[in-house]
């Protein structure tokens, strides 16, 4: 099985995210380092994703490294954290800044099947 939590960068987002949102849900973190409200939602997300026990993955998204702030354009985010959720190769939901858990696990639930 493919890690439940991974990183990716712009030159594998295609392939890593919407490509593989075909096979299951991926929620997609971008983060900063410099960012506490980033540093805030990390556990959260990390036991959210626990919580579904396979049946979605997540893919972290450093938006200072690389080329990634491209990504971040692409997807028009005007702060971090956001998080966006891909199924099917579309994005089926985003929320921008740190919430708790059952907030996360109910914006999950409305916007996919699964439990």
Same mark, same amino acid.
């Given at each position: 099985?493919?890690?439940?939590?991974?990183?990716?960068?712009?030159?594998?987002?295609?392939?890593?995210?919407?490509?593989?949102?075909? /096979?299951?849900?991926?929620?997609?973190?971008?983060?900063?380092?410099?960012? *506490? *409200?980033?540093?805030?939602? /990390?556990?959260?997300?990390?036991?959210?994703?626990?919580?579904?026990?396979? +049946?979605?993955?997540?893919?972290?998204?450093?938006?200072?490294?690389?080329?990634?702030? +491209?990504?971040?354009?692409?997807?028009?985010?005007?702060?971090? *954290? /956001?998080?966006?959720?891909?199924?099917?190769?579309?994005?089926?939901?985003?929320?921008?800044?740190?919430?708790?858990?059952?907030?996360?696990?109910?914006?999950?639930?409305?916007?996919?099947?699964?439990?």
């Amino acid at each position: 099985m493919a890690e439940l939590i991974f990183d990716t960068h712009l030159e594998h987002f295609d392939r890593d995210v919407i490509e593989a949102s075909h /096979t299951r849900p991926i929620l997609v973190d971008f983060w900063a380092d410099w960012c *506490p *409200p980033c540093r805030a939602l /990390t556990p959260v997300l990390e036991r959210v994703i626990a919580h579904y026990a396979g +049946k979605l993955q997540m893919a972290k998204v450093e938006v200072d490294e690389g080329a990634n702030m +491209k990504l971040a354009g692409r997807y028009e985010l005007r702060g971090f *954290p /956001t998080v966006l959720l891909f199924d099917k190769g579309e994005i089926v939901g985003r929320f921008s800044s740190a919430h708790p858990e059952h907030w996360v696990r109910d914006f999950i639930g409305e916007h996919l099947d699964i439990e």
